[in-house]
């Protein structure tokens, strides 16, 4: 009997043996991908799909917005906004596109923009925000490849569903990742935008569009920037983006309203803080 124990422990050196410590072989996930993996992690409750990255933080003086999705039915926006929205009627920013994967198949939209509410065309009542005017210039890419495109809508209702598009049309095609491109959005106080993409060997004037009738300011007052996913109805954003964000200047100012020279995220200019999931 005993003779039978001393062969089991032999037995059992010798596969601790073979198999040695634990090493980065053993790991669950040792993160040496450059995605998270949909088939060791989740979001939170049963069996979630909805987003698997989620990143706004400042790094090496730029703003760093990354966000990653699969399968996921609704549109997922990594917002960093601005504190005082109110008093903003023109925002530019040199974006960069470090990184973008967006599946073809999915008839998504992976993309950075700058843009907000502006004005409102009802102006039906202070607690009601259905007329409210959207604009936006954004970068990304919508199935054709890495290309920078203009958007007004107006909003109908008081839900995220309730979106007439206005107008929107292509600023640039052919766009180059890894590339800073300077997008801008001026709106002058009534009814009209101008919308432009320059630098990156992009050179070219700005897009002057005007939008709907003034009736009123804004009810909703949201003014962001912001790196997201978007689909058509009944498809899967199946998408990833990273972008990087330098030299933002607010109202035609010389100066940048903030450069992301200093960490963390300063809340004096913005309302949301750095956030890793």
């Known amino acids: 009997m005993k003779r039978g124990w001393l062969w089991l422990a032999v037995i059992a050196a010798l596969v601790m043996f073979a198999s040695g410590p634990l090493s980065a072989k053993t790991l669950y996930d040792n993160f ?29 003086g730029a703003l760093v917005l990354k966000v990653g999705s699969h399968e996921y039915t609704d549109p997922v926006r990594n917002n960093l906004r601005f504190v005082d ?33 502006f004005y409102n065309r009802d102006a039906a009542s202070p607690s009601d925000q259905a007329g409210d005017v959207w604009a936006e210039v954004c970068i990304g890419d919508r199935g054709n490849g890495l290309e920078a495109w203009y958007e007004i809508e107006i909003q109908t209702g008081t839900s995220d569903d309730t979106w007439v598009v206005y107008g929107m049309d292509t600023l640039a095609t052919g766009l180059a990742l890894d590339t800073a ?36 300011p804004s009810f909703n007052t949201f003014k962001a920037l912001t790196a997201a996913l978007h689909e058509v109805p009944s498809e899967y954003a199946n998408a990833y983006i990273h972008i990087e964000v330098e030299e933002v200047h607010i109202n035609g100012e010389a100066s940048p309203y903030d450069s992301f020279k200093t960490t963390p995220i300063d809340m004096n200019n913005w309302r949301d803080p750095e956030m890793v999931k």
């Open 32 to 60: 040496s991908e450059g995605y998270v993996k949909k088939a060791l992690w989740r979001d939170s409750g049963l069996n979630s799909p909805k987003v698997n990255e989620f990143v706004r933080e400042i790094k090496n």
């Open 85 to 117: 929205p109110t008093a903003i009627n023109a925002i530019s920013a040199d974006i960069k596109v470090v990184e973008i994967n967006n599946d073809p198949t999915d008839s998504g939209t992976a993309f950075a923009r700058i843009g907000g509410f």
């Open 181 to 216: 491109y300077t997008l801008s959005l001026d709106y002058d106080g009534i009814d009209g935008f101008a919308f432009q993409i320059s630098g990156g060997g992009v050179s070219a004037p700005a897009r002057n569009i005007s939008g709907p009738v003034y009736a009123g």
